[in-house]
């Protein structure tokens, strides 16, 4: 990335998840920039999040905070999706049990309607898409997915992590995320996947003066 020796890129993270933000900011950390949240501006981003893929609503609020702030903008959407749900709870996986579910009640629910499907049948993936608005004039709006396969366990194990991470056990791996830990998630989750091609991309763009701030 150019521009000016010693200036950073400031992006702005839409999202109020302290995990999200560590995890994102870790994520770009080999990067010249600098992660704002609307907490450090005293911004309350209060999007609602209806739209009906990953894409919409992370690019939704995204556009939301790049209006307020007036710098390029971040934002990420992500679920879990089960094969023997249909793909649910996708991305309705944050208010899964209810509107103000929390971790604890979201991981009952999905272990209470997956408690008589076998094995075979308890294939999962993570989905993550992260979106890019406002970098520089003529660039537009980008986006960014990744995905992380696995299967749910029968029980929660590990206290790492975050959300599902306690059922969820990534392919090739004999325990849950929040078993292996965040070391392990922060190389190999859908967010690391999602972030990692949106890092790629900074890193491949030259970025000229103007779109520093």
């Not at 998840?17 to 949240?37: C, F, G, Q």
């Not at 893929?53 to 209006?67: F, G, Q, V």
């Not at 509107?99 to 076998?118: C, G, S, T």
Request: proline share 6%; net charge negative; hydrophobic share 40%.
């Amino acid at each position: 990335m150019s521009g000016p020796p010693g200036r950073k890129l400031r992006i702005a993270l839409a999202t109020s998840n302290l995990h999200k933000v560590r995890e994102i900011a870790e994520l770009l950390s080999d990067l010249p920039v600098e992660s704002i949240t609307p907490q450090m501006l005293g911004i309350e981003l209060g999007v609602v999040e209806d739209g009906e893929t990953y894409e919409a609503n992370a690019l939704k609020k995204a556009r939301a905070l790049r209006e307020l702030t007036g710098v390029p903008s971040v934002a990420d959407d992500s679920g879990l999706e089960i094969e023997a749900l249909d793909g649910a709870p996708g991305i309705l996986s944050a208010r899964f049990a209810s509107p103000d579910a929390d971790d604890l009640m979201n991981n009952e629910k999905l272990l209470k309607l997956l408690e008589h499907v076998p094995d075979d049948r308890r294939g999962a993936r993570f989905v993550c898409v992260a979106a890019l608005v406002g970098l520089a004039e003529g660039l537009g709006e980008i986006t960014f997915r990744g995905e992380w396969r696995g299967t749910i366990g029968r029980e929660p194990a590990g206290v790492s992590g975050f959300g599902y991470d306690p059922i969820f056990q990534p392919r090739g791996e004999g325990a849950t995320v929040a078993e292996l830990g965040e070391e392990y998630k922060r190389l190999h989750s859908h967010r690391a996947r999602a972030f990692g091609q949106l890092a790629a991309f900074l890193k491949d763009l030259a970025l000229g003066p103007d779109a520093l701030t």
